[in-house]
């Protein structure tokens, strides 16, 4: 089984505000929406480790870390206890970014393998989603469009167990005050202009690594 007592040492320092978004090789009119979306859930004068519109405790905010030697860098960690997740770098740190995880017994811990990234994505509850709570679900079982009030929000990394999609993502969410709790389907939540500068760092192809809620263990700073 998976543990969380060795990815990650001590926090190192707050790291610089996010890199600029690239030229993707979409069509203008799709390319200026998602730019328009973008620009409308990212705060004015946004600085990665500081802005916070959104009143997250401090602990949530994103801040570069010291992780523990041996771990591949790329891969995903979440600390499913203290609602962190991790991106191991190629320099020994780790990009730290508070979230929040499945509610009840929805959270799955496991090995994924990052398998196909999406800007904006369209969202469609599974039928399990629907055949639990049909008042809130049923109305989306044709999808809901792209856009803030979407729930995957600005961007979407799907996790898979070989070739079969687990429909667990790590997505952006249009309820930032989610973040630090037990409150998602399954998936893993984040702050939308948050996943925005994490998605721009992730490769298809390497592993997320979603530990298990053993709430003995105390959350690490």
Not at 4 to 14: D, G, K, P, V, W
Not at 23 to 33: K, P, R
Not at 179 to 191: E, H, K, L
Request: glycine content about 8%.
């Amino acid at each position: 089984m998976l543990t969380r007592r060795h990815f990650i040492l001590t926090s190192a320092a707050l790291f610089s505000p996010a890199i600029g978004l690239p030229v993707q090789a979409q069509g203008l009119s799709q390319q200026a929406q998602w730019q328009a979306w973008d620009a409308q859930v990212t705060p004015p004068d946004f600085d990665l480790a500081r802005s916070n519109p959104w009143g997250l405790h401090p602990r949530f905010l994103p801040r570069l870390v010291e992780a523990n030697p041996g771990l591949t860098p790329g891969d995903i960690h979440v600390d499913a206890v203290a609602r962190y997740l991790y991106h191991i770098q190629s320099d020994g740190t780790a990009l730290r970014y508070g979230v929040a995880i499945g509610r009840d017994d929805l959270y799955e811990p496991g090995v994924y393998t990052v398998r196909r990234k999406a800007k904006w994505p369209r969202w469609t509850p599974t039928q399990n989603m629907i055949e639990r709570e049909p008042e809130i679900y049923a109305k989306y079982a044709d999808g809901m469009p792209p856009g803030p009030d979407n729930a995957l929000g600005s961007r979407a990394l799907y996790l898979y167990v070989g070739n079969r999609d687990t429909y667990l993502r790590i997505h952006g969410t249009p309820y930032p005050r989610s973040i630090g709790s037990r409150a998602s389907s399954g998936c893993v939540r984040m702050v939308m202009a948050h996943v925005i500068d994490l998605y721009d760092r992730v490769s298809p192809g390497v592993t997320a690594h979603l530990y298990p809620t053993e709430r003995a263990l105390a959350a690490q700073s």
